[in-house]
C-alpha cells in the first residue's frame, strides 16, 4: 500500500493530551503526535538526546508557553518552534484548549554510520 490513514481521534489519548500516530501511522522515519490541551495541562519536561530526534511544535490552535531549556517561549496560533535534540522542553497550556502538531525525525545518518547528513530535496515541492 502506497498510504496509510488514521483520524487522530480515535487513537488513545495519553498523558490527557497525545495522540501519537507514528505507531498507527507504521511510519519508520517522521514521527507525528496532536497535542490537544486542556486549559493549564503542563507536559513532562524531555529531551531526546538519546535518539537525537529534533522536533517542531506548531500551534494550530489557542495560546501557549513552550519552556525550552528554562526559556518560557511564548506561542500563538500559527507559531512554529523548532527544537534541537539535546534541549528540555515542555509544553504549559495557557487558561484555554490549544491544539499542536508535534513532528520529530531521527538524525541523518549516512550509509557509513555517520551524522549530519543532508536531506535529499531531489523532487520536493516545499
Given at each position: 500500500m502506497?498510504?496509510?490513514k488514521v483520524n487522530y481521534e480515535e487513537v488513545d489519548r495519553v498523558s490527557g493530551a497525545m495522540h501519537f500516530l507514528r505507531e498507527p501511522l507504521d511510519s519508520e522515519q517522521v514521527g507525528v503526535t496532536i497535542a490537544k490541551?486542556?486549559?493549564?495541562?503542563i507536559g513532562q519536561r524531555h529531551d531526546h538526546t538519546?535518539?537525537?530526534h529534533e522536533e517542531i511544535y506548531i500551534l494550530i490552535d489557542g495560546r501557549a508557553t513552550v519552556v525550552v531549556d528554562d526559556d518560557p517561549v511564548k506561542m500563538k496560533q500559527?507559531?512554529?518552534l523548532w527544537i534541537d535534540p539535546t534541549s528540555d522542553r515542555q509544553i504549559r497550556n495557557s487558561d484555554q484548549e490549544s491544539t499542536f502538531?508535534?513532528?520529530s525525525a531521527p538524525e541523518l545518518v549516512d550509509g557509513d554510520g555517520n551524522t549530519g547528513g543532508n536531506w535529499s530535496l531531489?523532487?520536493?515541492q516545499g
Amino acid at each position: 500500500m502506497t498510504y496509510r490513514k488514521v483520524n487522530y481521534e480515535e487513537v488513545d489519548r495519553v498523558s490527557g493530551a497525545m495522540h501519537f500516530l507514528r505507531e498507527p501511522l507504521d511510519s519508520e522515519q517522521v514521527g507525528v503526535t496532536i497535542a490537544k490541551c486542556e486549559p493549564g495541562w503542563i507536559g513532562q519536561r524531555h529531551d531526546h538526546t538519546e535518539n537525537g530526534h529534533e522536533e517542531i511544535y506548531i500551534l494550530i490552535d489557542g495560546r501557549a508557553t513552550v519552556v525550552v531549556d528554562d526559556d518560557p517561549v511564548k506561542m500563538k496560533q500559527g507559531d512554529a518552534l523548532w527544537i534541537d535534540p539535546t534541549s528540555d522542553r515542555q509544553i504549559r497550556n495557557s487558561d484555554q484548549e490549544s491544539t499542536f502538531v508535534l513532528v520529530s525525525a531521527p538524525e541523518l545518518v549516512d550509509g557509513d554510520g555517520n551524522t549530519g547528513g543532508n536531506w535529499s530535496l531531489t523532487g520536493f515541492q516545499g
